[in-house]
């Protein structure tokens, strides 16, 4: 039977497999019975607690059995999943619940401290559920211990009638250039795609998913959903800073796919023993990248040193596309290397000029986006949402062309585009540069006022070797790079700051100068 809501791909799954362990972490060794179970022990719950189709319910957990059982739960009881990013403090959390106005909130108990700072009565939270609490709130707020809600008896499926066209879920981007906006998707946008998904990796129930992405995430989100959509199994580690123990259980385990973000290869080529381990990874099918651009130099560094049976997936996609939208076939990758790749299936993607007219083969202009995996719009900001989508479908704001074979290219966001001394500059062009060097790990340019010429750039980077200069970087890039495009200065970190979801966080990194 095919899947036409979220909750279809555990409940399915745990019909065909209900005794295959479909999640590992850490001592838990969960099947697809007892999660499906669990879920719908609490979607009952929800519902007699007067959860009602639409409500939002706020997830602040991070990867675990819990996160995947609250998850799958609210949507069965036909409500609307909010996971939030881990790393908010007080003063980013109340915002949002003030926003969405949910009526339960699932957090893990070590969050309990940062809750203690809410002030409930401001918002419609009227419910708390948590493992264990220690919770004290003294507020007209009612907080539940989760196991006198989730048993380890069977429960059967609730089967509500809920139309795939209902909203599903609501991720926040990650505001790292703003106020994070609340990403609407449906349960059809959210199938879609991972339909897609599972179509151009030719996922199975063999395959097992290491996964070191948060699920509040866009792309660990899908990373959850396709293999338990095909009976598959998700391997977690929330300890990527440690990356030799991630290394370890993929070898323990016998994974089949990892994926990650150009930070989590960054690190697992200069900072862990993975060229190392290739030899002791002979399950290993596939590894896929996405969630940002990852320069050239780095994807031909993987290629040489990953498994040869190994296949590389590069990606590309949004929040906004309920994950993807592109990606390049392995065996085009060495041939197409800083290409996005082609669409996916059920997405279709245009090169646009600023009045809407699609370009030409090697013309640059706006790549635009149209697919059932396309949001419905922005929680509660029209603004942002007649913005982003249009008549045309949803605007990237990626500025980019197509070649003569079908395939696009990114040449950066419209918002990093610098004036220096009259001339357009890309920051990711720079930035490539500085990594081609082979004298850093990772690298950002960023652009300030300068009365001469108009923006000076300066960039903050990741050494490779502590004693290389700033100015042995620089007079490398000049035999690429134009004199204006040259950084002014770099300032040297032990590590890129970054959001909860692995990107590189550039208002972190414009502190830094400021702070200097």
């Not at 991720?171 to 879609?192: C, D, E, F, Q, W």
């Not at 580690?237 to 385990?253: G, L, S």
């Not at 990606?315 to 993807?324: C, D, L, V």
Request: aromatic fraction near 8%; charged fraction near 20%.
């Amino acid at each position: 039977m095919k899947s036409t809501l979220i909750h279809h791909f555990l409940e399915q799954s745990a019909s065909r497999f209900p005794d295959k362990c479909a999640l590992v972490h850490e001592d838990v060794r969960a099947t697809y019975r007892q999660i499906n179970s669990q879920a719908n022990h609490l979607a009952r719950f929800f519902i007699e607690s007067g959860v009602a189709p639409g409500d939002r319910i706020v997830l602040l957990l991070e990867n675990g059995l819990e996160y995947v059982v609250a998850y799958y739960a609210t949507l069965k009881a036909g409500a609307v999943v909010v996971p939030m990013n881990t790393e908010l403090k007080p003063d980013g959390l109340i915002p949002l619940l003030k926003e969405l106005e949910p009526k339960f909130l699932v957090p893990a108990r070590k969050f309990e401290r940062v809750l203690r700072a809410v002030d409930f009565s401001q918002t419609a939270v009227r419910s708390i559920i948590v493992n264990q609490p220690k919770l004290s709130l003294n507020q007209d707020v009612e907080v539940v211990d989760w196991g006198n809600v989730v048993s380890a008896d069977d429960a059967p499926d609730l089967g509500l009638a809920i139309s795939d066209s209902s909203l599903g879920s609501i991720i926040y981007t990650s505001g790292s250039t703003g106020k994070p906006k609340g990403v609407m998707l449906t349960h059809r946008n959210i199938v879609a795609n991972t339909n897609s998904i599972i179509e151009y990796l030719e996922l199975t129930e063999n395959d097992i998913q290491m996964v070191v992405l948060p699920f509040f995430y866009v792309m660990g989100k899908s990373l959850l959903n396709t293999h338990f959509a095909v009976g598959g199994r998700v391997v977690i580690n929330n300890k990527f800073a440690y990356p030799a123990t991630v290394i370890n259980q993929m070898i323990e385990e016998e994974v089949t796919g990892f994926s990650g973000v150009p930070s989590t290869y960054a690190y697992l080529l200069h900072r862990s023993p993975f060229a190392d381990a290739r030899e002791k990874l002979p399950f290993l099918r596939y590894c896929s990248q996405a969630g940002g651009h990852l320069d050239s130099t780095t994807k031909q560094k993987l290629l040489q040193v990953l498994p040869s049976h190994t296949h590389m997936f590069v990606m590309y996609g949004a929040t906004e596309a309920s994950a993807r939208l592109s990606y390049v076939e392995p065996h085009r990758l060495s041939e197409k290397i800083d290409s996005i790749g082609r669409a996916i299936p059920g997405v279709s993607l245009k090169v646009l000029d600023k009045k809407g007219k699609e370009l030409d083969v090697g013309q640059v202009g706006e790549i635009v986006a149209c697919g059932e995996n396309i949001m419905q719009g922005y929680w509660k900001d029209s603004q942002s949402t007649n913005a982003a989508l249009s008549a045309h479908g949803y605007h990237t704001g990626d500025l980019g062309y197509r070649d003569q074979d079908g395939y696009f290219f990114v040449e950066g966001r419209k918002d990093n585009q610098l004036k220096v001394g009259g001339h357009r500059v890309n920051t990711q062009e720079i930035e490539d540069a500085l990594i081609s060097t082979q004298m850093v790990v990772e690298a950002v340019v960023l652009g300030f006022s300068d009365e001469l010429l108009g923006t000076k750039l300066s960039a903050v980077a990741v050494p490779l070797d502590e004693n290389c200069s700033s100015q042995q970087i620089i007079e490398k890039c000049a035999s690429t790079l134009a004199r204006y495009k040259l950084p002014g200065e770099i300032k040297f970190l032990k590590s890129l700051p970054k959001n909860a979801n692995g990107k590189v966080d550039r208002n972190q990194c414009l502190k830094f100068f400021q702070n200097q």
